[in-house]
């Protein structure tokens, strides 16, 4: 039996945060959570997630940094998927500039949060 894959979910909202853990967990996955950017990097530094479900609007640092500072790390090879409830086309944008390699609006529909999380985590990462 293999182990659970290691999900990251940074989310300052308490509430989104725990929907999109729920959702993650009831899928068998194991989460981790941050509450700001900050946290994040260190999360990801000592658990090596899979993949980390990212917010853009953070506080310390915002989604948009952690990703790019995640993808300029060659040994990590994880994917990062962003999520938003503002301005979807210029975050779409700005966050695959920063290397995102999905985006996902919220509010967060748990079937799509689902699909996009297994398709992701099914695809080989290139940094490997």
């Given at each position: 039996?293999?182990?659970?894959?290691?999900l990251?979910v940074?989310?300052?909202?308490?509430?989104?945060?725990?929907?999109?853990?729920e959702?993650?967990?009831?899928?068998?996955f194991?989460?981790?959570?941050?509450?700001?950017?900050?946290?994040?990097?260190?999360?990801?530094?000592?658990?090596?997630?899979?993949?980390?479900v990212?917010?853009?609007?953070?506080?310390?640092?915002?989604g948009?940094?952690?990703?790019?500072?995640?993808?300029?790390?060659?040994?990590?090879?994880?994917?990062i998927m962003?999520?938003?409830?503002?301005?979807?086309?210029?975050?779409?944008?700005?966050?695959?500039?920063?290397?995102?390699?999905?985006y996902?609006?919220?509010?967060?529909?748990?079937?799509?949060?689902?699909a996009?999380?297994?398709?992701l985590?099914?695809?080989?990462?290139?940094?490997?």
């Open positions: 039996m293999s182990l659970p894959q290691k990251l940074v989310e300052d909202s308490p509430t989104t945060r725990r929907q999109i853990v959702i993650l967990e009831q899928q068998g194991e989460v981790i959570t941050a509450e700001d950017g900050e946290r994040a990097l260190e999360l990801v530094l000592e658990h090596h997630p899979e993949l980390v990212l917010d853009i609007v953070l506080p310390k640092k915002n948009y940094q952690v990703c790019r500072t995640i993808k300029s790390n060659p040994e990590l090879a994880i994917k962003m999520l938003t409830a503002k301005d979807q086309e210029k975050d779409r944008y700005w966050g695959h500039r920063q290397g995102a390699d999905h996902l609006s919220k509010p967060v529909d748990p079937e799509a949060l689902v996009a999380v297994n398709s985590i099914s695809i080989p990462s290139t940094s490997e």
